[in-house]
């Protein structure tokens, strides 16, 4: 509904009317844009009408069996010490993924804790890893007081740029930490080229990343270790959850025994039976949608790609599938004729609201403020945390990716193929009177 316009109750009626199938099925899934039924092309920033009439959007959908598979755990065995729900879970994860085991946890977060621990990884190592991710990555590193990392990016893929990593590692580098970000694969054969020649370990932040393939690969499925999140925004979801793929089965067991104070220095990181149950039910639409994403998606990228200015993400040669958990572009200001906040007002007029995404974090002055406290700063005086933060350098691709990132969420791309069209209709008119729209702000 727009807010801002005052129309009579008539036109209320006739367009609740017409949004009545759209709504009924954004109860259960994805955006859905409802194309306006008379346009001129003029932005709507500019008086002209909106491209949606509406934009709307339900998640996490439903596949149906979620009742049932909840009441059942309600009717007994609600924890997830070998429950069957969780144990189900598992199998099916692993087997849809072709990893040999999957190790469920309470949460994403908690998925890459346990991973990093069950490498023994501890205070004074040091982990590479991307800036341009969520706050999560750090903190599962600086869990266990090690020093987390940040390479540059590659500013056209968004990922960690293999090289960069490479020339941060150090004699105190114990691991490598990728972040498929947006779900977009990370550059794998650079990554494992460097584990294997550094004989690290690579440990996927898959967290993003559910389905998306490199090559034959499953994500999360390469490394030592991939973890995932099911936390309520992700592409697959039990409102919160993680798992941990690996093929090495000494690992599991350490994985294991992490995850339930079986040994090592162990935690309760187990996962519930509801949360079990939910990802049952979630699980059977995955494919379905994972399908949908990745033809919306390479849509969206043909027709943004088509505009001056505009950069969607790039996939590398073997990225035969992201999981698209974000829709990622780029905008060029000098290009497009409008800088990044301009373009998102005209957007959201359009009721096609982007969004920029992470912000510019200072990672090497929020690691400093972490460690400033009494354990810590025993591990990192201040010498140590000067070096540690001149070495992470000024990270320029990082910098520029945060000032021209623009992100949609996943639940765009289950949308129909026609939202595509209308998200791309916005940019195009918008670029076109961009000579216009800059002037409204002088
Ligand atoms: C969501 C996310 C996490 C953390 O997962 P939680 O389930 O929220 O703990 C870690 N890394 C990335 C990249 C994420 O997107």
């Known amino acids: 509904m727009d807010h801002n316009s005052s129309f009579s109750r008539r036109v209320f009626f006739q367009q609740t ?9 954004a109860a259960y899934a994805p955006t859905i844009l409802v194309a306006a039924e008379q346009t001129d092309g003029k932005p709507a920033i500019l008086g002209g009408t909106p491209v949606s009439r509406t934009s709307s959007s339900g998640w996490p959908n439903r596949s149906g069996s979620e009742i049932e598979f909840l009441t059942d755990v309600a009717n007994g065995g609600w924890g997830g010490f070998q429950g069957k729900y969780v144990a189900r879970f598992e199998q099916e994860y692993a087997k849809m993924c072709g990893a040999k085991r999957c190790v469920t ?13 069950a490498l023994d990884i501890g205070p004074g190592d040091e982990v590479i890893t991307s800036p341009y991710t969520f706050i999560a990555t750090f903190n599962s590193v600086m869990a266990h007081f090690a020093l987390p ?33 947006g779900g977009y694969p990370a550059d794998m054969d650079g990554m494992m080229e460097i584990g294997n020649r550094r004989n690290l370990p690579v440990i996927e932040d898959a967290c993003q990343a559910h389905l998306g393939k490199w090559g034959d690969k499953y994500l999360g499925t390469i490394g030592k270790a991939g973890c995932f999140s099911f936390q309520q925004s992700k592409n697959l979801t039990s409102g919160e959850g993680g798992a941990i793929f690996t093929d090495d089965e000494a690992f599991a067991q350490k994985l294991l025994a992490i995850q339930q104070n079986g040994g090592y220095r162990g935690n309760n990181f187990r996962m519930t039976e509801f949360q079990g149950a939910a990802l049952c039910a979630q699980i059977k639409l995955i494919e379905k949608f994972a399908e949908q ?6 849509y969206l990228n043909k027709l943004l790609s088509e505009i001056p200015g505009l950069y969607p993400a790039k996939l590398y040669p073997k990225s035969t599938q992201s999981a698209w958990h974000l829709y990622m572009f780029r905008i060029v200001a000098e290009e497009f004729g409008l800088n990044r906040q301009q373009f998102i007002k005209a957007m959201t007029s359009e009721r096609v609201a982007p969004w920029g995404g992470y912000g510019a974090v200072n990672w090497g002055g929020y690691v400093r ?4 406290g009494r354990a810590a700063s025993r591990v990192y005086p201040k010498k140590a945390m000067d070096d540690y933060i001149e070495r992470i ?9 945060c000032s021209e990132a623009l992100w949609y969420g996943q639940t765009m791309l289950i949308g129909p193929r026609s939202n595509m069209e209308i998200i791309a209709e916005a940019a195009r008119r918008i670029q076109k009177n961009a000579g216009a729209i800059a002037k409204l702000d002088s």
């Open 393 to 401: 350098g000024a990270l320029p691709s990082f910098h520029r990716l």
């Open 105 to 117: 946890t309470n949460a994403g977060t908690t998925a890459l804790v346990s991973a990093l621990e």
């Open 17 to 25: 009317g017409k949004l009545g199938v759209a709504a009924a099925m």
């Open 149 to 181: 990392v940040p390479a540059d990016v590659d500013l056209e893929t968004f990922q960690l740029d293999p090289n960069k990593a490479d020339a941060a590692c150090t004699g105190n580098t114990v691991c490598l930490l990728p972040v498929h970000i």
């Open 369 to 372: 403020t972490s460690y400033a």
């Open 293 to 298: 994403r990745q033809e919306n998606g390479m």
